[in-house]
């Protein structure tokens, strides 16, 4: 128990530090704009261009990422709707989120999970040239802490479920 109370004060120490960004409204646009591209989008438009780019390795790549995201999804729904963990502002006085998210649970991540899930993937298939989209998952892990719709512990377990089911998929 002592352990998650240490996590439970890191996560907070650090989300109520993410809270001082609010201040600067141009740095808050961009960072909702960057963790819009978590919302799903990339993690079809990406297999799809390199589909159409690289037919043969595209289409290859395209089905391990439908089969990869057929497993995380019900994965992250399971452990949403049972940790049934709460949000940021119902759990921290006088916090509240600039973003309204899109369900009423906070761990895992899933913007975050997704993310390292379509960057693992790409990793393990086409190597050092996939190091771009680790950048934007860890971005869009942190976006999700500034805008106050996750604790720092929910992205960094988005992270590594999203990583370690890219692993499992590509392994088996």
Request: charged share 15%.
């Amino acid at each position: 128990m002592a352990m998650l109370d240490n996590i439970y004060r890191a996560d907070l120490r650090l989300l109520l530090w993410c809270r001082k960004s609010r201040y600067y409204p141009q740095f808050i646009l961009a960072v909702r704009a960057l963790s819009k591209t978590g919302d799903g989008y990339m993690q079809f438009i990406f297999p799809a261009m390199y589909w159409l780019f690289s037919p043969i390795t595209g289409k290859a790549f395209f089905m391990l990422a439908l089969l990869a995201f057929a497993i995380e999804r019900p994965i992250y729904y399971v452990l949403k709707n049972v940790l049934k963990r709460r949000r940021p502002p119902e759990v921290v006085p006088d916090f509240t989120s600039i973003i309204r998210a899109s369900d009423q649970f906070s761990f895992p991540s899933g913007h975050t999970m997704a993310a390292f899930l379509l960057a693992g993937l790409a990793a393990m298939s086409i190597g050092v040239a996939a190091f771009p989209l680790y950048i934007w998952a860890c971005l869009v892990a942190a976006s999700r802490v500034i805008l106050g719709v996750h604790f720092p512990s929910d992205t960094i377990a988005g992270a590594l479920l999203g990583t370690s089911i890219a692993y499992g998929v590509v392994t088996l």
